[in-house]
């Protein structure tokens, strides 16, 4: 006798996301990157535009990273992270890199 899936399969209904699970995968994707120090302000902005998202993002790197490396893996992470999370397609991924952070090592390294 063959088991009976838990899920009905004619059972129909609608799945929503809102704009905060979207936030949050985008702000979880960004701190997942080596090289971010913190997310500046509110850290992301995100527009809707039917199924895609526009993002701008707004970080603070590590000193001695290479921002336009740390730039793209985040514009990856992204995209990565909303496309397979969610039913929404990534627009654009704009990182805008305000600050550098001196961490520890860094700041009490002898002259």
Do not use: H, W
Not at 13 to 28: A, E, F, P, Q
């Amino acid at each position: 006798m063959p088991l009976k899936s838990r899920y009905n399969a004619n059972f129909t209904g609608d799945v929503t996301y809102g704009r905060n699970l979207i936030s949050s995968i985008i702000m979880l994707a960004v701190q997942e990157i080596n090289g971010v120090a913190s997310l500046q302000g509110k850290g992301i902005r995100t527009e809707m535009s039917g199924n895609t998202v526009n993002v701008d993002v707004f970080v603070n790197v590590e000193f001695g990273v290479s921002c336009s490396d740390v730039a793209f893996r985040i514009q990856e992470n992204v995209k990565r992270g909303v496309e397979t999370m969610s039913r929404y397609k990534i627009g654009v991924v704009n990182v805008n890199i305000l600050g550098i952070t001196m961490n520890e090592k860094t700041d009490k390294a002898p002259l």
